[in-house]
């Protein structure tokens, strides 16, 4: 029987009330730590703000800066003041910054440092503020409400509290979950962008899922590395582990090795959640030079002896990890098979996932302990999943899904939202696999061509194609991965690079100057290291679009 779904909200005051001086949220590397009752009571003076200066229930407010305690707050007060949270990843480009805050219709804007740096309020003009996440400092204003409004913040917030804040005195809406909680813009597009709008009942049902399936306590602590600007990060590592007490260390720095090896060993994470690509490189790292020396290659397969070896690797992986993890799971895309293998071999507490922004993320999970090796788990509470083929265990199809987590549609966006959605309310994944008699699901391939960055962040080929093929001599051209890069493949114009005068040797060095000048525009994630040259047009469908599942 399906259990109902607890706000995401209940779980939220119930861990400020009941944990009241426990730790909640950190910045890693630093001194900056906010207990629960804390983290309220900035809510609670954000709300003051908020109310002082005219913004209403369901206006937007973006948020757009790196993960951080303030982040977290910033967010809270948002869905709890139940208006709604546009969340932008800092890495876009200062123009789609601008795009998005301008397509979301948003008031006002919470930046982090960096973003601040860049960004231009004149090419806003529906702000009326941009406040400084760091210290909540207003350092734009356009409306004299607002701007009264924080100078008389401290005595609002005192009139407002005249005994001082309790926590005791919040109670945060639970009556909203069908009303928009946050729009959440899966790429930086400035043409048309895609804003998934989630309601309160997709963060909650995806929130509740976690704590009936993976319930966590106070005292256990994890580290978000993940940008909390997309579901995956902000519904797993933030909003689900604060449901069940945890304290949360944010990473504010590029989760390089280092730096997470660093984290993991201080914090000492209950859960990791992550993507292939840092699994890949810790294994790199720390497992393939002990396992690939002949002498264990030997070993590991020997009896007796390779339950010693790979007890071994086991303790080396899980120090490594800060030596308390409980739960491994890896979403995003498909897992390296000889990674995968070792980890089954050892007996390590990892699962695959499956989701997507659409679902805010959550569709497909397993426990470890049955977890079915090159699935993504099963469906999970509160969705129905299908598989659109006349024998779904053998044919392929499109994964087809409905339910609580399902979003309302694309913000502005009514064709792709009538493009995604069947007749019959089902919505289409993109995603092509098959379902086992047990419900594992299997991904056999995506219609999308959407590549997963190294911090799970979305790249789409076709927005960085269409930059490139500006650029000079680039008649056509394919963004592939290759060994976790980026590649553009081009097929150039040589009889306009003969005919006319230009101070470049060859067409190599002309795409060099052109590659220069592409990552000039692109956000740092989205950067190609390398153009290659084609010497034939690219192979197209009737329609005339590539056929770039051909190439790779």
């Excluded at 779904?5 to 009941?18: A, F, Q, V």
């Excluded at 933030?238 to 390089?256: E, I």
């Excluded at 840092?278 to 020396?293: D, G, L, Y």
């Excluded at 409980?326 to 979403?331: A, D, F, Q, V």
Aim: with cysteine.
């Amino acid at each position: 029987m399906k259990k109902e779904t607890t706000h995401y909200l209940s779980y939220l005051e119930r861990s400020i009330k009941n944990y009241c001086n426990e730790p909640a949220v950190s910045d890693f590397d630093s001194s900056y730590t906010l207990t629960y009752g804390e983290l309220a009571e900035k809510i609670a003076r954000l709300h003051v703000l908020f109310e002082q200066s005219g913004i209403q229930k369901g206006d937007k407010i973006a948020i757009c800066g790196r993960n951080s305690a303030n982040w977290a707050v910033s967010f809270l007060a948002i869905s709890t003041y139940e208006a709604i949270a546009v969340s932008i990843l800092p890495e876009f480009t200062t123009e789609s910054i601008h795009a998005l805050v301008n397509h979301s219709e948003a008031k006002l804007l919470f930046v982090g440092n960096i973003v601040n740096e860049t960004i231009k309020v004149e090419n806003m003009p529906n702000l009326i503020g941009v406040i400084l996440m760091n210290d909540f400092e207003l350092v734009h204003v356009d409306n004299a409400q607002l701007e009264a409004a924080y100078k008389k913040w401290d005595a609002d917030f005192n009139a407002k509290y005249p005994q001082g804040f309790s926590v005791d005195l919040i109670s945060y809406p639970i009556d909203n979950m069908n009303k928009p909680a946050i729009i959440n813009y899966t790429s930086g597009t400035t043409s048309d962008p895609k804003g998934v709008i989630l309601p309160y009942r997709s963060i909650s049902s995806n929130v509740q899922f976690g704590q009936d399936r993976i319930p966590n306590q106070p005292g256990w602590s994890m580290v978000s590395m993940l940008p909390l600007a997309h579901m995956f990060g902000m519904t797993f590592e933030f909003l689900y582990q604060l449901a069940g007490g945890c304290h949360v260390y944010f990473l504010n720095k590029t989760p390089s090795p280092q730096v997470l090896m660093k984290a993991f060993a201080e914090v000492h994470p209950y859960m990791i959640l992550t993507v292939p690509l840092v699994i890949e490189k810790v294994f790199k790292k720390t497992v393939f030079p002990v396992i690939h020396k002949p002498i264990i290659r030997i070993l590991w397969y020997t009896p007796f002896i390779k339950y010693v070896i790979r007890k071994k690797v086991y303790t080396k992986l899980m120090d490594a990890f800060g030596g308390r993890l409980l739960h491994l799971i890896i979403g995003g895309a498909p897992l390296n098979r000889q990674v995968e293998r070792c980890l089954k071999q050892i007996k390590f507490p990892y699962t695959v996932g499956y989701g997507m922004t659409e679902c805010g993320p959550i569709l497909g999970y397993e426990d470890w302990r049955v977890f079915k090796a090159k699935s993504c788990g099963k469906a999970v509470h509160r969705i129905e999943l299908r598989i659109d083929s006349a024998n779904p265990t053998k044919e392929v199809g499109e994964i087809l899904v409905r339910g609580e987590n399902v979003m309302e549609g694309y913000y502005k966006n009514p064709e792709a939202t009538k493009a995604i959605f069947t007749k019959e309310g089902w919505m289409r994944t993109g995603d092509l696999g098959i379902v086992d008699a047990e419900g594992n699901i299997f991904i056999r391939g995506r219609n999308k061509s959407m590549i997963l960055g190294p911090s799970g962040q979305n790249i789409y080929p076709e927005e960085i194609e269409d930059k490139l093929n500006t650029l000079p001599y680039v008649m056509e051209s394919v963004v592939v991965e290759r060994k976790n890069m980026l590649v553009a493949l081009v097929f150039p114009d040589n009889e306009a690079f003969k005919n006319e005068n230009t101070h470049f040797k060859n067409m190599e060095e002309q795409m060099e100057h052109n590659l220069v000048r592409l990552n000039r525009m692109l956000p740092p994630f989205c950067r190609l290291t390398q153009i290659e040259l084609v010497d034939k047009e690219f192979e197209k469908t009737p329609k005339r679009s590539i056929k770039r599942f051909m190439y790779s």
